[in-house]
């Protein structure tokens, strides 16, 4: 009893601050917003990032006690940044501007911190899901929080941001990704609040929405990986192999598929899958994988042929075709 009064304690000395960055979010920022004004446990403060919109996201915004601040359009990165540097709090709570959060959402974030921990992820799940893959979705989420280490925190402490510098801005997409790996680096162990859930709407409800979602991912992703020197000779041979096994060598394509869609049954039956989920659920994750892949492969294109970012060089290659051999 005494440890746990301790423990609330610490948390009425820790401030908390939301920072939800916004870009023309007008048809679900309310809703957002209302679940974080009626948490159990209130928020210090709550800072709107508005990153260049042009619908009426400032108006809705402007009917909730929060503090507004205004960019042009720079990408969730710097709003995140704006977000954080202009925060009072000793904790930021990033925000997801299409989330809807459980009432007890941040009394369960905090009994983390009152534990020692710095970095922290909540459990996420489907907003409402109504169809087949929107369903899948949401068990293949149960079946990865079961046993699950984070590889991406969404709340931590101000001065942790401060001394990694926050989001790299020029990333887009995996940004959060690669701050974790900095969390990792300095030593930074990320704790998983399975009992903070927070209900996703931005998730794809259909096969064809995930296809999109994967290939715009894998897009950003592969600046991403770019990043990690160990990784980038592996990452261009991943990425032209897929590209041209997909497009030239139907056979060799074939033998990827079936190797992939394999695994991820293999995963799927040893995690509990469902029955009405097999064998449609490795199917649809294979085809996802590949698309990602193409998508990396058009930036990786892109940066070798339109912005010459990049030089290909087999010399370059070499060492990751003998590290996969």
């Known amino acids: 009893m005494e440890s746990r009064m301790k423990g609330m304690t610490e948390d009425r000395d820790m401030k908390v601050t939301a920072v939800v960055p916004v870009h023309n979010s007008a048809t679900y920022i309310e809703e957002t917003l209302h679940s974080l004004i009626d948490q159990r446990r209130s928020f210090d403060e709550i800072i709107v990032v508005d990153d260049g919109s042009t619908d009426d996201t400032v108006t809705r915004v402007m009917k909730y006690p929060v503090r507004i601040l205004r960019m042009p359009h720079m990408e969730r990165s710097a709003a995140r940044n704006a977000g954080w540097v202009a925060a009072s709090g000793d904790i930021i709570a990033f925000i997801e501007s299409d989330g809807?959060?459980?009432r007890d959402w941040l009394r369960e974030v905090m009994k983390?911190?009152?534990?020692?921990h710095r970095a922290v992820i909540d459990r996420r799940r489907m907003y409402k899901p109504v169809t087949y893959y929107?369903?899948?979705s949401d068990h293949i989420y149960d079946l990865l929080y079961a046993d699950y280490e984070p590889t991406d925190a969404w709340i931590m402490e101000k001065k942790l941001l401060a001394r990694l510098g926050g989001f790299d801005e020029s990333l887009h997409i995996a940004e959060d990704?690669?701050?974790a790996d900095r969390l990792k680096a300095a030593g930074v162990?990320?704790?998983c609040a399975r009992n903070a859930v927070h209900y996703h709407k931005g998730e794809p409800a259909t096969f064809r929405a995930a296809v999109k979602r994967f290939y715009e991912f894998g897009r950003g992703m592969f600046d991403y990986w770019w990043?990690?020197?160990r990784k980038r000779s592996t990452v261009k041979l991943a990425s032209l192999l897929a590209f041209f096994w997909g497009t030239f060598c139907p056979p060799v394509f074939i033998y990827v598929f079936i190797k992939i869609y394999a695994k991820r049954m293999a995963w799927a039956l040893r995690s509990g899958m469902k029955a009405r989920y097999l064998p449609v659920e490795p199917f649809l994750y294979t085809v996802c994988q590949y698309f990602l892949q193409a998508g990396a492969s058009v930036t990786l294109l892109r940066h070798l042929f339109?912005?010459?970012k990049l030089k290909l060089s087999w010399k370059g290659l070499v060492p990751a075709v003998k590290e996969r051999i």
């Open 100 to 102: 809807v959060y459980e």
């Open 306 to 308: 339109i912005d010459k």
């Open 177 to 179: 990704k690669d701050l």
């Open 227 to 229: 990043k990690d020197p």
């Open 112 to 116: 983390a911190f009152d534990e020692g």
């Open 189 to 191: 162990t990320i704790y």
């Open 134 to 136: 929107a369903r899948l």
